[in-house]
């Protein structure tokens, strides 16, 4: 009976501290790579909403060609009326 209660305290202060420690070693990581994957959710997120006027952009390259356009017009009648080359 008294190795019963001998090996059950060695169990108690000597196997499960062990247990708890080696238990910590995966634990920390595990939560570190959580937070690092909730970071990036967050942020993927975050792109997204950034990347929405994208499609805009093929009108505002629209535009810009039209204005050249316009603008090489509005020179070339300048140098008209002004007589200059």
């Known amino acids: 009976m008294v190795v019963l209660w001998v ?4 169990g108690l202060f000597v196997v499960a501290p062990i247990v708890v420690l080696l238990a910590s070693y ?3 990581p595990a939560l570190e790579n959580l937070r690092y994957a909730e970071d990036i959710l967050e942020h993927g997120v975050g ?3 950034a990347l929405e006027p994208v499609p805009e952009l093929l009108t505002t390259r629209a535009l810009v060609a039209d204005v050249t356009q316009n603008a090489v017009g509005y020179v070339g009648a300048l ?3 002004t007589g200059t080359a």
């Open 7 to 10: 090996m059950s305290a060695l």
């Open 26 to 28: 995966v634990i920390r």
């Open 47 to 49: 792109i997204t909403v």
């Open 79 to 81: 140098r008209q009326l």
